[in-house]
């Protein structure tokens, strides 16, 4: 990296990682700031003036299941999903085993993705907010929308948070299983604050989701092998991690927040997503 750097008279420079330590193989490529780009591994800054961007060719990426699946089919996904129709992974091994002891006996299935050209939205890139990820969640998932300030705050959300995917291969954000769903079931009702949703949804770690889009990400998705799971072993596990997440969740809700930003307010204000009291 210091050869690199030196190479391109960009000495002595303190790098930011959003994401996550520096592997090898790595690609490092030169962007200016407004032509901000999102990648499997995240984004760098050096010196908030010049954008670099790490990533991997291929990334190894695991689906929980019970069974094998040694050939995803984008048909096959549920069009009610968090981000609609596609095949969902994660990069965490652990996580997926817990995903595949939903019933029996499971499958942790372990897949190669060559991201070479694939376009991928980064929920969590610096240019979105936790609003754009719930406007997508409320798009695909089914959601009753039992009060007028519900259905005020659907209308708004989908009107200046809904990102377009249309040109996506591939989508990382957070994964909304039946607690997330309760945390933004409860900001859109105007219950928690914006911060509390964002404190809760960082402290319950459920982790986040790598969804493949289109027929050209499952084109480069390579079976590698299938990880028995043990139902005894990670069914527990996985109750934990939702524990957490609904005790952590309960933790926001006693801490009132009397000065923070409620979805009223978003909408009675008018705040757009470049506001920094959405950051």
């Known amino acids: 990296l210091s050869t690199f750097c030196d190479r391109n008279r960009q000495k002595n420079i303190k790098i930011r990682n959003t994401r996550g330590n520096f592997k090898s193989p790595a690609k490092f490529n030169l962007f200016s700031k407004r032509h901000l780009t999102t990648t499997p591994k995240g984004v760098y800054y050096i010196e908030d003036v010049t954008l670099w961007e790490?990533?991997?060719n291929k990334i190894t990426l695991y689906h929980g299941s019970p069974e094998r699946v040694e050939q995803p089919l984008l048909a096959k996904g549920k069009l009610t999903n968090d981000y609609g129709q596609g095949?969902?992974?994660t990069e965490n091994l652990e996580l997926a085993k817990e995903w595949a002891s939903a019933g029996n006996n499971g499958v942790a299935n372990c897949y190669e993705l060559d991201t070479d050209g694939l376009e991928i939205l980064n929920l969590s890139a610096p240019q979105y907010t936790i609003l754009h990820w719930l406007a997508l969640l409320m798009k695909y998932r089914t959601i009753r929308l039992s009060t007028p300030v519900m259905k005020q705050a659907h209308a708004y959300l989908m009107e200046h948070y809904l990102p377009d995917i249309?040109?996506?291969d591939v989508i990382i954000g957070y994964r909304a299983d039946d607690s997330y769903f309760s945390f933004a079931r409860a900001f859109v009702s105007n219950e928690?604050?914006?911060h509390q949703l964002s404190r809760a949804m960082?402290?319950?770690e459920l982790g986040e989701q790598f969804v493949l889009k289109t027929q050209k990400a499952f084109d480069r998705i390579r079976f590698v092998s299938g990880i028995e799971v043990a139902n005894a072993v990670y069914a527990p596990l996985r109750q934990k991690r939702d524990d957490?997440?609904?005790a952590a969740y309960r933790a926001e809700l006693e801490a009132e927040d009397l000065s923070g930003?409620?979805?009223r307010d978003i909408i009675k204000e008018g705040i757009l997503p470049d506001d920094p009291r959405l950051q």
């Open 192 to 194: 928690i604050s914006l």
């Open 202 to 204: 960082k402290l319950g």
């Open 244 to 246: 957490n997440a609904r």
């Open 261 to 263: 930003l409620f979805i």
């Open 87 to 89: 095949f969902y992974c």
């Open 54 to 56: 790490y990533k991997m």
């Open 166 to 168: 249309n040109r996506y």
